[in-house]
T-cell receptor, first 110, second 111 residues
Framework: LAKTTQPISMDSYEGQEVNITCSHNNIATNDYITWYQQFPSQGPRFIIQGYKTKVTNEVASLFIPADRKSSTLSLPRVSLSDTAVYYCLVGEGYFNKFYFGSGTKLNVKP | DTAVSQTPKYLVTQMGNDKSIKCEQNLGHDTMYWYKQDSKKFLKIMFSYNNKELIINETVPNRFSPKSPDKAHLNLHINSLELGDSAVYFC??????????FGPGTRLTVT
């Protein structure tokens, strides 16, 4: 089971771009990289998923280098409402036991 | 319409009691999950059902028993509750394995 390492917390200001990096050195060939967001007192919410290179959706971008041993979640122009915990997960398939880890607590300041 | 709902939202009970948490999803998903989030915010998967069949059964005490009467429902029954069972329990569902939809959580407090 590939584990992930993320910074415990990050601070940012409104309007800035935020990049959260996740390390997953023992990622398997079939593993995908998935990011979730969790607001206080709510369940996690899916943000984005990728396998290699770059993936972009209306919420975020995900950058994955060629060796896939790390990934970076990029949030463009954050607002106060982006204050949350962000989890990086790796795995594949229904039998995958998603390991959420401790996540990165992002604090966006005015 | 709530996609994944859980009842109750809060549950306070004494040690030794038996309690159940119910989960329902109206997304038509085939797979449902139970997660436990402890006070340190670590979120751990407990069980997963696919079309009413148990496919993931993590190492949890056998006091925890999931039941899936149909693919839209996944209930969690806990026997002989202990102090260490206090946590927030999340139900989730998915059609694609990676995009899980979580319920609002049930905060269980055992006194």
């Amino acid at each position: 089971l590939a584990k992930t390492t993320q910074p415990i917390s990050m601070d940012s200001y409104e309007g800035q771009e935020v990049n959260i990096t996740c390390s997953h050195n023992n990622i398997a060939t079939n593993d995908y990289i998935t990011w979730y967001q969790q607001f206080p007192s709510q369940g996690p919410r899916f943000i984005i998923q990728g396998y290699k290179t770059k993936v972009t959706n209306e919420v975020a971008s995900l950058f994955i280098p060629a060796d896939r041993k790390s990934s970076t979640l990029s949030l463009p122009r954050v607002s106060l409402s982006d204050t949350a915990v962000y989890y990086c997960l790796v795995g594949e398939g229904y039998f995958n036991k998603f390991y959420f880890g401790s996540g990165t607590k992002l604090n966006v300041k005015p | 319409d709530t996609a994944v709902s859980q009842t109750p939202k809060y549950l306070v009970t004494q040690m030794g009691n038996d309690k159940s948490i119910k989960c329902e999803q109206n997304l038509g998903h085939d797979t449902m999950y139970w997660y436990k989030q402890d006070s340190k915010k670590f979120l751990k998967i407990m069980f997963s059902y696919n079309n009413k069949e148990l496919i993931i059964n993590e190492t949890v005490p056998n006091r925890f028993s999931p039941k899936s009467p149909d693919k839209a429902h996944l209930n969690l029954h806990i026997n002989s509750l202990e102090l260490g069972d206090s946590a927030v329990y999340f139900c989730a569902s998915s059609q694609d394995w990676y995009e899980q939809y979580f319920g609002p959580g049930t905060r269980l407090t055992v006194t």
